[in-house]
């Protein structure tokens, strides 16, 4: 007996025993249903009767010989799709229709019978045809199984079940509700929600203009364009922005193609670092694409349980965000197009890129004039001529500008005749002044209310304009029922949102969709900024003092939630919680001395662990996150806001020694000094210092204070540091040393100070394992050269890509590229994650990287690692050109090794129709077998992709050639379920019953 017809036996054995368990559920299920009918009695013994015959057909293959032909026909029985995979599909499908999806009733909850009557007639008639088979089976007839099982499957392929479908429905729902709950975890920012409240508020027909642009057409069609859309303030380029967008997600996004985006907000800078805004993008690529599942789903299991997420710089600028987005535009087809003010650092960043300007046509204003008779005075309504006279002086007014359409609009609301209309309009003002007139208007207008919408409108205005971020509307209503000395508040005493829209004269709106509470448009805020000590004279010190009577409430008193539950439920309840523990600390350093004894009150008292727990709460969610926070003391809090002037009143008043006040770790080893310096806190350092904070202290994720400070590039601190007796070596923490921090970061004058006290330009550290590595990885060229010219060793050994050349390789750099070969670095050097800087290159599409190294006598054909070689990791990622220049330069497009064995099934399982072609016209083997699928057409039918399959069918590939993960290529197409693909290889002559791998196919 051979061991792969042992392995057999044994796997229809198994089938058979899983699915024994499974039917011994379900008629347990059944039996405990609530419901006499027929369908629920046939269904109870129909089910037993087959389960007893399967419990003798598992005795009968245990005690017989697995040589015998019985066996290879009964093990038909047990193929992907066949009648025991049908079987268990009708149970499960019992199982979660009776059990809620699967999990099982709380005790005392009846289970309901809930079928159609089609749906139970499905299971009964699968249940028949396999009682069939099994008797035969047990008849001991191979003949009559074979072709009983071969009727069978026949059957099936013909009629869709109804059991597959419910099956299916069931599991899409589950996949549906986790794939919510990982895009979820995978960014919190709703842009969907403000694209959605800004395109409601488009006067229908306006922006057609934009889209009918030469400028746009150009870059639908052109691959990897860029269009850069400037405007004065106020020109629409939001609206206008919404407009494109909102044309594409109709015309453009498919399956295979995606659209995102991100509206970028000064207020927001918290939620709009690079990693917050490339994670936003991804979560709108894979919304409503169930097949991306799996892929978030690794992401997560690799980072949720210890509190990570994917890495990138926290506090990287929006240039970095452009310059990420670039690299993926090198190697992608992406297009990209923004908008944004005539700003000369801008528009240096899109180079070359074409340009479209944004200004309010004259035809936009006047349907936007229109579209807002219905909410003006009764004596423009009744007049036809009035209106056009309003259209008409108002288009005339805007200058380019469509947000002074909008204010001169509002500034008719409360014109009750047509003199006072038309003498209204003929003050209209024009050109850079314009803005500034029509908000002066507008606060006259709220200064001549009634007094009490006057102070409203005043409180209103002030929280919006300084505010750290956006508030929702649940948040300022419950911030403007603050009560000076209540320890609660008063539900009779919280407004509507509607009531602080109605006092503003139309400088705040609502965004539906995301409740957030705003001004009209940016140059709204700055105008309010700008004259504050005219109208907003104590917002600051009334905004602090409502956080901290808000956060002294009784219900605060109990201190920090014990569960991640517990948390979210105080959050619920507490709405203005968050904004009030987070930013306090900024509001009261504007009026330090004002609030200072108050202060000190709440750190010092019993609500502090609560205000902790919610200012250092994770912005990502993980089991257990909420109770992660640091357990901390009010010197942290002081030190991380720089509250000098509160600080020396707290140590005035502490009831241990002030050198152990001030050295003093919170829960992951940070004292207050770290808390300073990472967020530059020049002063507050200082006077930690003095009063004996040990400079060199170690903990925390930094290791020590020079190392956070050198990480933020804060030169100050630094300095300061160092002149303290800050040891510049020291190891520890995220980086290993401070030279390592900063030229990660690219700080080039911190990095001069740390090299100038004595930094090893050569130590070895955690993250990137050196300086230089850490610099060539993310691209500092001024950094690289500082260090080289240091002594740093250019051919040093560091983690993940082993070296700095290929490390800068992998990123695209060619600067920095150039820089390590000019000073010696070797081409052709071993280790790292790909095995060479050429493979590194090739994988990432960058195609002067690549011939900058084969220049530099780069080795073709070198072994590397993942991908084997050059050539398979530029076909795996679909480069052509960089396939192209590695063909001319020598490339073997036959040799085997890495992940996918050669790089036409690497190309294949991508789906790069055009590298395969060069491929196979450079005299690639199509039917060479290796690597994980085996060959190039079943990767290809496992991937899914219908040209590539054709285009290896076409080049004479076997359609039934053996070997890999899933035998063959008609198997892998039907286990991922491309129905196309399967009829494609069907009718290229595939085998339908294949022997070989039937073991051992996954599950």
């Not at 991380?640 to 502490?654: D, M, N, R």
């Not at 350092?685 to 040990?694: M, P, Q, R, S, V």
């Not at 170690?698 to 933020?712: D, H």
Request: glycine share 8%.
């Amino acid at each position: 007996m051979s061991a792969f017809t042992l392995i057999v036996a044994r796997s229809v054995t198994a089938s058979i025993i899983a699915i024994l368990q499974l039917s011994a559920k379900v008629l347990s299920y059944l039996n405990d249903v609530k419901d006499a009918s027929k369908d629920r009695v046939a269904c109870a013994v129909e089910a037993s009767n087959l389960h007893n015959l399967l419990f003798n057909l598992r005795f009968r293959l245990e005690e017989g010989d697995p040589s015998r032909p019985w066996y290879i026909a009964v093990q038909a029985l047990a193929v992907k799709h066949g009648p025991l995979d049908q079987f268990k599909q009708a149970l499960e499908m019992l199982q979660a229709k009776m059990t809620d999806g699967g999990r099982l009733k709380k005790a005392g909850e009846a289970l309901m019978w809930k079928f159609k009557k089609e749906e139970i007639a499905e299971v009964l008639a699968r249940m028949e045809r396999l009682k069939t088979l099994v008797e035969i089976a047990l008849q001991m007839d191979h003949f009559k199984l074979s072709k009983a099982i071969k009727d069978d499957t026949s059957f099936v392929r013909a009629h869709v079940p109804i059991i597959q479908s419910g099956v299916d429905t069931i599991r899409q729902s589950q996949d549906s509700a986790k794939h919510r709950r990982l895009i979820e975890w995978l960014s919190t920012s709703d842009y969907p929600a403000q694209q959605s409240d800004i395109i409601k508020r488009r006067q229908e027909g306006t922006g057609q203009w934009f889209l009918d642009a030469p400028e746009l057409a150009y870059w639908l069609n052109e691959s990897n364009a860029t269009l850069l859309c400037l405007g004065i303030p106020g020109a629409g380029k939001t609206m206008i922005a919404a407009i494109a967008i909102d044309h594409l997600l109709n015309t453009v996004q498919n399956s295979s193609h995606g659209v995102a985006y991100v509206y970028c907000n000064y207020k927001a800078r918290e939620e709009q670092d690079v990693l917050s805004l490339l994670a936003a993008i991804l979560k709108q690529l894979v919304q409503g694409r169930l097949s991306m599942v799996d892929h978030i789903e690794r992401l997560y299991q690799k980072h949720a349980n210890r509190g990570t997420k994917p890495s990138l710089d926290e506090d990287a600028t929006r240039r970095q965000f452009l310059a990420k987005l670039r690299n993926l535009q090198a190697t992608q087809d992406i297009r990209l197009m923004a908008t944004s003010r005539f700003i000369p650092n801008v528009e240096d960043a899109f180079g070359e890129a074409p340009r479209l300007e944004v200004q309010a046509s004259r035809e936009d204003v006047k349907r936007f004039v229109a579209g807002q008779t219905y909410q003006l005075p009764a004596c423009i309504q009744r007049s036809i001529a009035l209106q056009e006279i309003v259209q008409k002086k108002i288009t005339d007014a805007v200058d380019g500008m469509f947000l002074l359409a909008r204010l001169h609009t509002d500034s008719l609301l409360d014109k009750r005749t047509a003199k006072d209309v038309k003498t209204t309009l003929d003050k209209l003002t024009k050109g850079a002044a314009a803005l500034d007139f029509a908000y002066r208007e507008a606060l006259q207008r709220i200064d001549g209310q009634l007094g009490g919408d006057r102070e409203l409108a005043g409180k209103v205005l002030s929280w919006i304009t300084l505010a750290e971020r956006p508030l929702t509307t649940a948040e300022i209503c419950c911030a403007l029922a603050v009560e000076p000395g209540e320890d609660e508040i008063d539900p009779e005493n919280v407004l509507t949102p509607g009531d602080l829209v109605s006092v503003c004269a139309g400088l705040v709106i609502i965004d539906e969709e995301s409740a957030v509470i705003r001004l009209v448009h940016y140059t709204t805020q700055e105008y309010l900024e700008r004259t504050g000590d005219v109208w907003n004279q104590g917002g600051q010190l009334n905004i602090t003092t409502t956080c901290l009577t808000y956060l002294c409430f009784d219900t605060f008193q109990s201190g920090s939630c014990s569960t991640d539950k517990e948390f979210e439920a105080r959050l619920q309840q507490n709405q203005f919680l968050d904004y009030a523990a987070k930013h306090l600390g900024s509001h009261a350093g504007r009026v330090e001395t004002e609030v200072t004894d108050r202060t000190c009150e709440l750190l010092q008292g019993k609500s502090f662990p609560c205000v902790a727990q919610a200012l250092w709460v994770p912005n990502y969610k993980y089991r257990g996150y909420s109770t992660a926070y640091r357990v901390s003391t009010a010197l942290h809090y002081t030190s991380q806001f720089g509250l000098s002037g509160i600080t020396k009143k707290i140590l005035a008043t502490v009831d241990v020694p002030i050198v152990e006040a001030v050295n003093a770790k919170d829960s992951r080893g940070n004292t207050p000094l770290t808390f300073a310096a990472k967020t530059g806190q020049y002063e507050m350092a200082n006077l930690l210092l003095d009063k004996g904070a040990e400079v060199n202290a170690q903990g925390g994720r930094y290791g020590n204070a020079l190392q956070a400070a050198s990480e933020r590039g804060y030169e100050q601190v630094v300095k300061t540091l160092l002149d303290a007796g800050a040891e510049v070596n020291a190891q520890g923490g995220r980086y290993g040393n401070a030279l390592q921090a900063a030229s990660e970061r690219g700080y080039e004058q911190v990095v001069k100070m740390l090299l100038d006290k004595g930094a090893e330009v050569n130590a070895q550290g955690r993250r990137y394992g050196n300086a230089l590595y850490a610099a060539s990885c993310r691209g500092h060229e001024q950094v690289v050269k500082m260090l080289l010219d240091k002594g740093a060793e250019v051919n040093a050994q560091g983690r993940g890509y082993g070296n700095a050349l290929q490390a800068a390789s992998a990123q695209g750099h060619e600067q920095v590229v150039k820089t390590l070969l000019d000073k010696g670095a070797e081409v052709n050097a071993q280790g790292g994650g790909y095995g060479n800087a050429l493979e590194a290159a090739s994988d990432g599409g960058h195609e002067q990287v690549v011939k900058m190294l084969l220049d530099k006598g780069a080795e073709v054909n070198a072994q590397g690692r993942g991908y084997g070689n050059a050539l398979q990791a530029a076909s795996y990622g679909g480069h052509e050109q960089v396939v192209k220049t590695l063909l001319d330069a020598g490339a073997e497009v036959n040799v085997q090794g890495g992940e996918y064995g050669n790089a036409l099934q690497a190309a294949s399982y991508g789906g790069h129709e055009q590298v395969v072609k060069t491929l196979l016209d450079a005299g690639a083997e199509v039917n060479a077998q290796g690597g994980e699928y085996g060959n190039a057409l079943q990767a290809a039918s496992y991937g899914g992709h219908e040209q590539v399959v054709k285009t290896l069918l076409d080049a004479g590939a076997d359609v039934n050639a053996q070997g890999g993960e899933y035998g063959n290529a008609l198997q892998a197409a039907s286990y991922r379920g491309h129905e196309q693909i399967v009829k494609m290889l069907l009718n290229s002559g595939a085998h339908q019953h294949q022997e070989n791998n039937l073991a051992s196919m996954p599950e």
